[in-house]
């Protein structure tokens, strides 16, 4: 069984910094991509970013503008979500998820059906 475990959540000023921590127990080996989503209450959850295990490939949310990085440590099969600039906007409860699953299209990486092992989530709160 596979289970990513979120962490690093809380309470920010608009313009701060936070780093969110994804650590994935189980049979960590077989997973082929993690990403990161996030829910805003009343919202659809929504892609974020993710990264690739063979190559570290990365993908981001356009809406993201950059701020954003994600990463991974693979000794610790850690993967990481350091977030700048942040706006009230971007309060949600963030999401790691992990899929064990191959695709031919890097643009599956997107979507949330992709992944199919999913985290509790981790609030994270920017005020104005």
């Known amino acids: 069984q596979v289970q990513p475990t979120e962490s690093g959540g809380g309470l920010v000023q608009t313009g701060g910094s936070l780093r969110l921590s994804c650590t994935i127990s189980g049979r960590t080996f077989t997973m082929y991509a993690t990403g990161w989503f996030r829910q805003a209450p009343g919202k659809e959850r929504e892609f974020v970013a993710a990264?690739?295990?063979?190559?570290?490939?990365?993908y981001y949310a356009d809406s993201m503008n950059g701020r954003f990085t994600i990463s991974r440590d693979s000794a610790t099969n850690t993967v990481n979500l350091e977030m700048n600039s942040l706006k009230p906007e971007d309060t949600a409860v963030y999401y790691c998820?992990?899929?064990?699953?191959?695709?031919?299209?890097?643009?599956?990486?997107?979507?949330?059906?992709?992944?199919?092992?999913w985290g509790q989530g981790t609030q994270v709160t920017v005020s104005s």
């Open positions: 998820a992990a899929t064990s699953l191959t695709y031919p299209s890097d643009r599956y990486y997107y979507a949330a059906r992709t992944y199919n092992y």
């Open positions: 990264i690739r295990r063979s190559d570290s490939k990365t």
